[in-house]
């Protein structure tokens, strides 16, 4: 397969700026070493091309790994769902750094999508929580193919003006108490998972089906929105328009930010979650500096940085210290035990889940 050089456009330094917001420390210009972290310079030159969502983050600490490593990042833009990169890297299009989703890692890895991560040249991985340095979806024989940078969860958000603690089931967003204040994800894949959870069943390869369609035509009377809008959603939030219902945790706690009465939850039955990882695509032209970029990205501050800008959790065990404890205390949700990863089904089962989901909504 040739490989197609992707066509890029060089991101430069954007001079001394505030990254951190609510901390006030300044990326770039100074350095991190201003913030009593040693800068780590790789000696390694040449280049990357870096192809991902996270471009908020991303274009903030580009200069600054610029300048430490002396390695130029081509930023190519982002994508806006993981099929983006995976027909660019099928057809032979060359990037450096990508950051698949979570359940699309392990077709990527069967289709041999990605390179192997030598891990002798990322000393930082040992910062990662030990739960995810060795996920079986992210390995093969043995060799690891990606790295995690972020954990998304489907959680429960709240209304800490209507609830005087944390609901202890999923079974609080079916309350007739909450009738048209529920608001529920727009896709069958999560939401239907959320009741698989409930009943018992296995959420990734689901058996219970006609359980499951009932219990959740037994909510929608009580749904006031389903979502698939982030930022509208957000604001459903702020409004107080919602009590209670499922969103993920980082837009839950960006709402919070904005003045939203709301706090995150994982309810006792559990929740789905999402890692998304950095990877070298096997089109890469350049996995020496990748290598070196990925290192760099599991840096405490660096994961602090990304856990602040984004509000998703770095999963990086040595960042926490770095992180406000304003901030930090939204991260510390219950039951994380019983969180279950979100995975990719056979075509078959997501037909199935479509048309269950579909007759749900005509209810």
């Known amino acids: ?63 600054e790994f610029e300048k ?18 995976w027909a660019k890297v099928q057809t032979g299009e060359s990037f450096d750094i990508i950051v698949p989703g979570g359940n699309r890692v392990p077709n990527g890895i069967a289709a041999g999508a990605f390179n192997k991560i030598d891990l002798s040249k990322i000393p930082n991985y040992a910062n990662l929580f030990e739960r995810v340095q060795k996920v079986p979806d992210f390995m093969k024989d043995g060799d690891h193919y990606v790295v995690p940078m972020s ?17 202890e089931s999923w079974y609080a967003a ?23 959870l409930m009943l018992g069943d296995d959420p990734n390869n689901p058996t219970m089906w006609d359980e ?3 219990l959740l035509k037994d909510q929608k009377k009580h749904i006031l929105k389903y979502w698939s809008d982030h930022k509208a959603t957000t604001e459903m939030l702020v409004r107080e328009q919602a009590f209670v219902g499922m969103f ?14 709301v706090r995150p939850h994982i309810p006792k039955e559990g929740a789905m979650y999402l890692v998304d990882s950095l990877a070298i695509p096997s089109t890469a032209e350049n996995p020496e500096e990748a290598h070196v ?6 840096r405490p501050e660096i994961s602090a940085a990304l856990s602040e800008t984004i509000f998703y959790d770095a999963m ?48």
Do not use: C
């Not at 609510?22 to 040449?46: D, E, N, Q, Y």
């Open 68 to 85: 430490e490593t002396g390695i130029r990042v081509n930023n190519v833009g982002g994508y806006s769902k993981d099929d983006e990169w």
């Open 293 to 298: 970029f990925i290192n760099w990205m599991l």
């Open 151 to 167: 954990q998304v969860i489907y959680a429960m958000f709240y209304n800490t003006n209507h609830f005087a603690a944390a609901p």
């Open 1 to 63: 397969m040739t490989k197609k050089r992707a066509k890029t456009a060089t991101t430069r330094p954007m001079g001394r700026r505030k990254f951190l917001s609510r901390s006030g420390a300044a990326l770039g210009g100074a350095g991190l070493a201003t913030l009593g972290f040693p800068a780590i310079v790789s000696g390694a030159k040449g280049e990357i091309t870096l192809y991902a969502w996270y471009q908020v983050v991303f274009r903030k600490l580009i200069p």
């Open 316 to 363: 990086n065990s040595k960042a926490k210290p770095n992180i406000p404890p304003n901030i930090l205390e939204t991260f510390d949700l219950p039951n994380q035990d019983k969180m279950v990863i979100l995975k990719d089904v056979p075509p078959a089962t997501k037909k199935q889940l479509d048309e269950l989901w579909l007759e749900v909504k005509l209810s």
């Open 174 to 196: 079916w309350d007739e108490a909450q009738s048209g204040k529920v608001i529920m994800n727009d896709r069958a894949r999560q939401t239907i998972a959320i009741a698989s």
């Open 212 to 214: 499951t369609k009932e």
């Open 248 to 261: 993920t945790d980082g837009r839950i706690r960006r709402a919070i930010d904005a003045g939203a009465p």
